[in-house]
């Protein structure tokens, strides 16, 4: 057995977690693992222990192409592809493959070491799991080392074919201390070798994490319009087309492919349009599909980033934060005259809010900034917040919590799966500084815990991405009637992290009615003249401007203003019907 460390957890009945040592002493008590137990414990024994290891595919590999046989079987019996004089059998690859070699190899990366090939025994895996099983992982490994290398043995980069083994030098260890248990060590099923010279991905490699726009600006200054540039997608399916073409000799498969490009260039979205293990194996896979002068990386999960690190040489990357604008004290008067023309009513509001704001550029740190904003829907808190980014530059981040379910909020906050989306990877895609977190009245309470760090430190960490957000002014809007309200129910751990609280108060009939008249002009703008014509014949603005005191949000009120308009232009149409058409050609 592969050693390793568990962690485990019986549902409501047990939550411990236990070290596989004491498992195996009190459970199991055969000649092979008790050598093994002693063993390890010597100084001077030939093995060594492997912890946070990433385990990958070596693409082109026997391994990497027993990973994807197995689902072979489904398929018709008897189809078969032709390579050469002879076809091959597709429904019985995996079954000679398992009888071709009895061991599979895997490249270990290790952040700050070497590369290692891990080498198991097929017959090693017990419990139903399979070899894509180690690839999700987190294991202790312990393995003997047996042989070192100067060059890969197997680089599909251009020519997918072995590549010269004489360089390799194999390695004897005596092991006359351990020759009772000899045997023993011939069946561990994790080997190791060293891997090293590999030829290098890429030239310069740039991982950025920064919004869209900045990332564009980024590579169009490094690259030239005559450049060839790939984008990751295609590069992914370049990837599979050479793999599929080596694993059944498919001739000629090569000749329209790249063999060097020279930019490489992988959005942030581009993450979730592939499969886990391709995150994983990002690097590898690269590594494996053509060389490049430069490559791009924008935000990228962390085990991407890992695989980079880990492949990379530290001069050739090179880690880019964006830098956002901060709040500055000449802002505040812009910001004020921008409120004062889109903000409707809401005086002593703005004043507070100006106020706070002087105050959080004088005394803030690098720590974000959060401010509170409570009253009634509709009354121009989103409003308020748009203005603040646009001042700052940029186009505001806004998250809504009321359209979230909680399990949906939980997947949201925690991360799940890296392709769906996620608060982590909306931080890093800010285009400005100013984040609004619409209704946050509505989130749950148990996710408060998830804010803690990042309103204190600006440190936020989910299961694929870790987010700088120092420096982030944080707007959280909600409906609490008073602060005292929002004291109470947020209670005091989440309460204590907001900077300043601002209050919203309704509008007066007047503001109202200008909300509605401004809201009319705007959709009238849109019309042509005889639909223009039509409304302006109507009293709907009249109607509007003498009830606007009626609504109490102002959302609403807009809504029903467009209604209005559309019910009245529409009008001709649904009392005079469906047309009958006698005649088919007319």
Known sequence: MIGLDASVKTEGLLDASFNSGTIAKSIISNTVLTDFLKAIKEEDAPIER????????????????????????????????????????????????????????????????????????????????????????????YAVYVASAESMIWWPTRSLVRRDLRSWTIQTTRMSKFRPSLSSYQSWPCMTFS????????????????????????????????????????????????????????PGAF???????????????????????????????????????????????????????????????????HEYPQLKREDLQPIYESLHQKVLGQQESKKALVTSLYKLIVMSDERPSVVLFYGPSGVGKTETGKCLSEAIGGELTRVQFSMMQTSEAYEYLFGAE???????????????????????????PSLYNMFYQLFDEGKYVDTNYEVDARGVLFLLTSNFPSEKAARKALGSAMFSRISACIGFEDL??????????????????????????????????AWFIENAGRYDNMR????????????????????VGPRVIDDPGE
């Open 50 to 141: 492997f912890e946070g290891v990433q385990i990958e595919q070596i693409p082109g590999s026997i391994s990497s192409f027993s990973l994807l046989t197995p689902y072979l079987s489904m398929l018709k019996p008897g189809q078969a592809v032709e390579a050469g004089d002879f076809d091959i059998s597709l429904d019985k690859l995996d079954a000679t493959l398992s009888k071709a070699k009895g061991y599979l190899e895997f490249r270990g990366r290790q952040e700050g070491k070497g590369d290692v090939v891990l080498r198991f025994n097929r017959m090693a895996l017990k419990n139903n799991y399979r070899p894509s099983d180690l690839l999700k992982m987190n294991l202790t490994l």
């Open 195 to 250: 891997w090293r010279g590999c030829p290098p991905m890429a030239t310069k490699v740039y991982v950025f994490f920064g919004p869209d726009s900045a990332f564009d600006e980024l590579v169009s200054s490094k690259t030239e319009e005559s450049d060839y540039t790939v984008r990751y997608l295609d590069a992914i399916r370049i990837y599979n087309t050479k793999i599929r073409a080596a694993q059944f000799v498919t």
């Open 255 to 321: 000749e329209d492919m790249p063999e060097r490009v020279d930019n490489c260039v992988v959005k942030s979205t581009d993450f979730g349009s592939v499969l886990s293990h391709v995150v994983s194996s990002f690097a590898s896979i690269l590594e494996s599909t053509f060389e490049m002068d430069r490559l791009f990386v924008q935000n990228p999960p962390s085990r991407a980033l890992k695989s980079l690190e880990s492949s990379c040489d530290i001069s050739d990357l090179k880690i880019i934060y």
């Open 418 to 444: 890296h392709s769906k989306a996620s608060f982590a990877r909306d931080l890093l895609g800010r285009e400005s500084n100013v984040v609004l977190i619409d209704e946050f009245d509505k989130v749950q």
């Open 508 to 541: 007066n009939p007047e503001d109202k009615a200008r909300i509605a008249e401004s809201r009319f002009d705007e959709v009238m703008g849109k019309l042509n003249e005889d639909e223009r014509a039509t409304i302006e014949a109507s009293n709907i603005l």
């Open 556 to 575: 609403t009120l807009k809504n029903k203003v467009e209604k209005a308009v559309f019910e009245r232009l529409s009008a001709p149409i649904i009392n």
